[in-house]
């Protein structure tokens, strides 16, 4: 049979949990969006290139 863990035992098991959790959340807030990257020219949505012939 497994030995009872101390009250104590538990509430700091349980504090450290907490710390971990709140620190994974502030990390993944502080983690922005990536930059874009620099659009191609040469590989622009069909849109644009069908705007472009119709304008001009």
């Known amino acids: ?12 098991r349980g504090f450290a949990a907490a710390v971990a959790a709140v620190a994974t959340l502030v990390l993944a807030a502080n983690a922005g969006p990536a930059p874009a990257a620099a659009p191609d020219p040469d590989r622009r949505p069909a849109q644009h290139v069908i705007s472009r012939h119709a304008s001009g």
Not at 1 to 12: A, C, D, G, N
């Open 1 to 12: 049979m497994q030995e009872r863990t101390s009250t104590t035992e538990r509430y700091t």
